[in-house]
């Protein structure tokens, strides 16, 4: 059972424009959330984060938003930047970390 | 960047041998994870482990053994390799803070072929 899901499996937007991307979970266990960014033949990196007690954390262009009752998070880009563009994924832990499919990123000049 | 190294980056293998690849961390965090990476799966979660000895299953668990004799070390195994198991192999560690895990660093990853 997939228990964190990204149902968009791409998302293409303009430079300067908000990227949105979506994340829902079912395991109501799971208390800390994060994105990653990958790109091609490197491991996930650590972008943003969000513990369960909060509803929002904001670090530069990234801001991370958590809604509890509905168990979906989203991270919000602004603006965007070609430099953005790459596989994004959201994680959920609680014992463990589980991952999402992941949402490719692209942003056109 | 976190010291998390995997070796080999690269193997191919017969269907049916045993396989076994290592994650190494300098770190001394007390989680490591093994991951596979899969289009249209993401990342998947394999084996986990929460200190020296102590193990337990992810989500696609079948088929994969791992073994943790020391903090630095962890050890994921095919025990019989199938064409199924092809996929890039990502091992991860991060620690628990008291009010939640910190985020896992990565290793590069390692891309297994089973022929």
């Known amino acids: 059972d997939q228990q964190v899901k990204q149902n968009s499996p791409s998302l293409s937007v303009q430079e300067g424009r908000i990227s949105i991307l979506n994340c829902d979970y079912t395991?109501?266990?799971?208390?800390?959330f994060l994105w990653y960014k990958k790109y091609p033949a490197e491991g996930p990196t650590f972008l943003i984060s969000i513990s369960s007690i909060k509803d929002k954390n904001e670090d530069g262009r990234f801001t991370v938003f958590l809604n509890k009752s509905a168990k979906h998070l989203s991270l919000h880009i602004v603006p965007s930047q070609p430099g953005d563009s790459a596989v994004y994924f959201c994680?959920?832990?609680?014992?463990?970390?589980?991952f999402g499919a992941g949402t490719r990123l692209t942003v056109k000049p | 960047d976190a010291g998390i190294t995997q070796s080999p980056r690269h193997k191919v293998t017969e269907t049916g041998t045993p396989v076994t690849l290592r994650c190494h961390q300098t770190?001394?965090?007390?989680?490591m994870y093994w991951y596979r990476q899969d289009p249209g799966h993401g990342l998947r979660l394999i084996h986990y482990s929460y200190g020296v000895k102590d193990t337990d299953k992810g989500e696609v668990s079948d088929g994969y053994s791992v073994s943790r004799s020391k903090t630095e070390d962890f050890l994921l195994t095919l025990e019989s390799a199938t064409s199924s198991q092809t996929s890039v192999y990502f091992c991860?560690?991060?620690?628990?803070?008291?009010?939640?895990?910190?985020?896992?660093?990565f290793g590069q990853g390692t891309r297994l072929t089973v022929v």
């Open positions: 994680a959920a832990s609680a014992l463990d970390m589980r």
């Open positions: 770190e001394n965090h007390r989680y």
């Open positions: 395991n109501s266990m799971f208390d800390y």
């Open positions: 991860a560690i991060s620690e628990y803070r008291g009010v939640g895990f910190t985020e896992a660093f």
